[in-house]
């Protein structure tokens, strides 16, 4: 089943169960998801999905922080439940062990000099790896552990 299947079989289940959340996360979704395709004139597969999954729910975290400072906590209690039925169509994500090991090995299989000037060759090397895997916050983070 594919992805955009699984949203519209889980988005008729919330209707049918009556589970308000998750049915506008999952009608959201699929409306970004929508949107996509007509701007871009594609149809997306799976993995052009969990791209927009991905940035939807980096956004909901972004804006996370700035409820907090407001005082929102009843934004946050929505935006962490949102979160968290997003992150179930996506991938498993990588833990930052598993991110650093993945550092490790690219920079010795391109024999990339582990010095801070590379940051950006070793980013632009790891990054199509952990694509849909982990942030890119955390890749930065353990990049920056490893180099000198």
């Known amino acids: 089943m594919s992805l955009k299947d699984k ?3 889980d988005f008729k289940e919330a209707l049918k169960t009556k589970d308000t959340t998750r049915k506008n996360v999952v009608n959201m979704a699929r409306a970004a998801i929508k949107q996509y ?3 871009h004139r594609e149809e997306l ?5 969990i ?3 991905t940035k939807q729910v980096k956004m909901r975290k972004d804006a996370l922080a700035d409820f907090e400072k407001a005082g929102r906590t009843d934004l946050l209690e929505v ?3 949102e979160i968290e039925i997003l992150q179930t169509y996506l991938p498993a994500q990588l833990t930052e062990a598993e991110v650093v090991d993945l550092v490790k090995k690219a920079i010795e299989d391109n ?5 801070k000037k590379n940051m950006g060759l070793v980013m632009k090397t790891v990054m199509p790896l952990v694509k849909g895997k982990a942030d890119g916050g955390v890749v930065k983070k353990a990049v920056d552990s490893i180099l000198e």
Do not use: C, H, N, R
Request: proline share 5%; aromatic share 4%.
């Open 79 to 81: 935006y962490k439940a």
């Open 51 to 53: 791209e927009v999954l």
């Open 111 to 115: 024999g990339i000099e582990p010095v």
């Open 37 to 39: 395709e007509v701007d």
């Open 45 to 49: 597969d799976d993995a052009g999905i």
């Open 7 to 9: 949203l519209s079989a």
